[in-house]
């Protein structure tokens, strides 16, 4: 028996550390593995595609569209926009124009579009009326 007793003491040991060894994998994920829906906006990418899409014929290339009939982009909410266009890919939102362009763009591009537009600062729009955005800044 004496002699059996450092070789359980050594198969323990192993047996421990074998123990911490096979716990690793119940840690919590590393950032790196959450799922590509929560992917990160690349902003730079957002402005190539957006002008390459030709996207700045209509909106602008900065998103503060000079044309009444197409809505600004510029500073308005990324998660807002990005859901505009997947609404537009999806057919959930109707236009023409719009569903035709969305359904260019992967869901990563949209994102990246979406963030750059959010990052452009807006400029004074088109009212003509001065009365009338007085009176729609009190309401
Ligand atoms: C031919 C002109 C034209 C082109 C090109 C165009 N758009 Fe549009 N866009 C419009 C019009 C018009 C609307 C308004 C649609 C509606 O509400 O029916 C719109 C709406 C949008 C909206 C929703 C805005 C809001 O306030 O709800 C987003 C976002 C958008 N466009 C992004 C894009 C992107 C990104 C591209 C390029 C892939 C693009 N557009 C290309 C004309 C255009």
Not at 93 to 99: D, L
Not at 105 to 133: N, Y
Request: charged share 20%.
């Amino acid at each position: 028996m004496k002699l059996f007793a450092p070789l359980l003491l050594a198969a323990l040991g192993g047996l421990s550390s074998g123990f911490s060894f096979a716990a690793d994998p119940a840690l919590p994920a590393p950032i790196d593995r959450v799922p590509a829906k929560s992917a990160k906006p690349d902003i730079a990418n957002g402005e190539v595609v957006f002008n390459g899409k030709s996207c700045a014929a209509c909106h602008s290339g900065d998103g503060n569209s000079a044309i009444p009939a197409n809505p600004k982009l510029a500073q308005q909410h990324p998660e807002y926009l990005l859901k505009q266009l997947q609404e537009f890919k999806s057919g959930k939102r109707k236009s023409a124009v719009m569903s035709g362009m969305a359904a260019m763009l992967s869901e990563q591009e949209m994102r990246d579009v979406a963030w750059f537009l959010g990052s452009k600062p807006i400029k004074p729009g088109f009212a003509k009326d001065k009365d009338l955005v007085a009176l729609g800044e009190k309401i």
